[in-house]
Structure formats: C-alpha cells, structure tokens
C-alpha cells in the first residue's frame, strides 16, 4: 500500500512575475546607456543583455528585436516610468484637461514639456541619428512622429471644445501649431545647438503657443 501523495506545491506565478518585470527594468536601463554612449548602430542586444544581467533571448522575448527595444527605452523616457497606463488617463493630461484658463494650461503644457525633454530628447537625437541609415531606426522615428501628431491633434480638438481658439484658428491649424513648438528639431536648434536652457526654452514655447492660439489678453482697468 502506497503513503499519502504529498500535494504539488502551488505554482507561485506571482515570483516570475516579480523577476520579469525586474528584468525588463534592468534591459531598459541598461539599452538607455548604451543607447546614448555609443549610438544606436553600435549597440547590439548582447551589449544590453551583458548589462542587464540576463540573456540575449529574454531581451528578445520581451523586445522582440533591437528596434523594438529603442521605442520602448523612448516611450519609458517620455512619460517617466514603465507603466501600462494610456497618455490621455496619465495625471498630468487630467490636471491640464481640467485646468479652466487656456494661458496656463498652455504653459502648464510647456513646464511639462521642459521636464519630460530632460529625459527623452536625448534619446530622440539617438533615434533620429540612426534613422538617417537604418531604415528600422526610421520606422521607430517615423512611428515617434505619428504619436506625437496623435496627441497634439487631441489637444488641438481639447483647445477648440473648450473656445479657446482665437477666432480664425481652427483644430487643424492649432494641431499643426502644437506640433511645431513641440518638435524635437526645434528643442535640438535652441537647446542643443544654440545652448539655451530648457527653463527658457519652456518659456519661449509657452509665450509661443499662447500668441499663436489664444485671443489676446483684453488691456487692464
């Protein structure tokens, strides 16, 4: 007669989970330093694997492949953390959508944007860098672009459903507005290239954003 069956110990999936995500964390860091050290082209997976501190297959298991891995290092960089959280739900696009006066919204917008550029213009740079030669690097630019285009045509429409538009500016034209004043280029021209700080480069673009959309301030008494 056979003893008791000792029960299977229950799987603990909650322990993989803990260590996948650690794993991705330290593929993460690791691909932004290499990334900005040497330059897209001169990193490979096992450069980020080695780094990280795990294989080259995990990194293609979560990754995919190299590109797929700078978009997200570019993602994580532009709203601060790697949580599955949609832009239009994150708590700086509610306070700003719920922010009444247009004026500071709008700069509320370009403070934010000063803070999220320290992390992520970099990292556009590498991109747009690598872009010029790697026509996997250009679809990641390419797909950077569309997002952005994305998400100033919902604040455009946000702007003229709340009649803050100058009368004469339209969704489409405020759209094209946001999306100039917010272009990567234009920081890299000002900031990178003519050595501004991105505290006056925040303020240029808020009195930019404010005298292109908004009506004019009525004078004082």
Known sequence: ???????????????RRVQARANR?????????LFLERGYAATTIGDVAGEAGVSAPTVYKVFANKPGLLKAVVDVAIVGD???????EREFVQRNMAEPDPRTKLTMYA????????RSMPLAMVVREAAASD?????????????????MTAFAAHLKA?????????????RDLL???????????????RGWSRTRFATFQAAALIA???PPEPPPG
């Open 25 to 33: 964390a330290a593929v993460l860091a690791a691909a932004r330093r």
């Open 212 to 214: 292109a959309l908004l």
């Open 135 to 151: 026509p996997a690097a250009a679809e990641v630019w390419e797909q950077l672009q569309r997002e952005r285009l994305t998400g």
């Open 111 to 118: 403070e934010h944007f000063r803070t999220t550029a320290e």
């Open 162 to 174: 709340g009649r803050h538009l100058r009368r004469g500016v339209t969704a489409d034209e405020a």
């Open 82 to 88: 790697d949580e599955p959280v949609p832009l239009m």
């Open 179 to 193: 999306w100039t004043y917010t272009s990567p280029d234009l920081y890299d021209l000002l900031v990178h290239q």
């Open 1 to 15: 007669m056979s003893g008791p069956v000792k029960p299977r110990r229950a799987y603990d999936a909650s322990r």
